[in-house]
């Protein structure tokens, strides 16, 4: 098993700009999330998804897109990257909600905006 | 909001015991605790987690107050691998998502 899987590592983009961070799992698990984590910070959650074709908003929505057509994969969005949205982001995911089960978490995607 | 409060930081001594504290006040009946902790450059891993009784795995041990208002992560034995942040969290009934906050840095001196 390969677990959480992130793309790209590192990414720099200029003001305006949009992008696709990708996050896939292996082990077949319902709940899937994404996280910003900004210096000196805890993680703050942005979407979450409890299964293919259901997404929802987490504590920080604003600026972001998320979709999950299938199981495995859960890619988020910026529309129009802000330099406010530099941060670590990662994608985790559980059997069922990530209030009862463990969360695998992904290694993270360090994005740069200029 | 699921909050929780932990102290900034801690410094253990290496192949000492290390306690870490949080309270956790407005806890549902129903809301597992639940342990990550965060390694420098990476993705939080899970450590442990319980809903009443006090719960222990091959990293660590978890004590859980009666009143569940308050939990404490014990390690054994502090290694400089276990040099991390520590996050302690509560989800699952009232809250089906985990709301980390700051979490406890944890420094382990050799």
């Known amino acids: 098993n390969a677990g959480v899987t992130q793309t790209p590592k590192f990414q720099v983009l200029k003001t305006g700009q949009s992008m696709t961070l990708q996050c896939a799992q292996d082990?077949?698990?319902?709940?899937m999330s994404w996280y910003r984590q900004d210096p000196g910070m805890g993680l703050r959650l942005i979407h979450y998804?409890?299964?293919?074709?259901?997404?929802d908003q987490g504590e920080v929505p604003n600026g972001y897109n998320v979709s999950r057509s299938t199981t495995e994969d859960f890619p988020l969005r910026l529309l129009s990257a802000a330099p406010s949205q530099t941060s670590v982001y990662f994608c985790?995911?559980?059997?069922?909600?990530?209030?009862?089960?463990?969360?695998?978490f992904g290694p993270g995607t360090r994005l740069t905006v200029l | 909001d699921a909050k929780t409060t932990q102290p900034n930081s801690m410094e253990s001594n290496e192949e000492e015991p290390v306690h870490l504290p949080c309270n956790h006040s407005?806890?549902?009946?129903?809301?597992?605790i639940h342990w990550y902790r965060q390694l420098p450059s990476q993705g939080p891993e899970y450590v442990i987690h319980?809903?009443?009784s006090n719960v222990n795995n091959r990293m660590a041990s978890l004590a859980i107050a009666e009143d569940r208002k308050s939990s404490t992560l014990i390690l054994h034995r502090a290694t400089l691998r276990d040099a991390a942040v520590y996050y302690c969290?509560?989800?699952?009934?009232?809250?089906?998502?985990?709301?980390f906050g700051k979490g406890t840095k944890l420094s382990v001196k050799p």
């Open positions: 319980g809903l009443t």
């Open positions: 969290l509560h989800g699952g009934g009232s809250q089906g998502n985990l709301i």
């Open positions: 407005t806890i549902s009946g129903t809301d597992y």
């Open positions: 082990m077949n698990h319902e709940y």
């Open positions: 998804s409890v299964g293919a074709g259901i997404t």
């Open positions: 985790a995911s559980s059997y069922s909600t990530g209030g009862i089960d463990t969360q695998y």
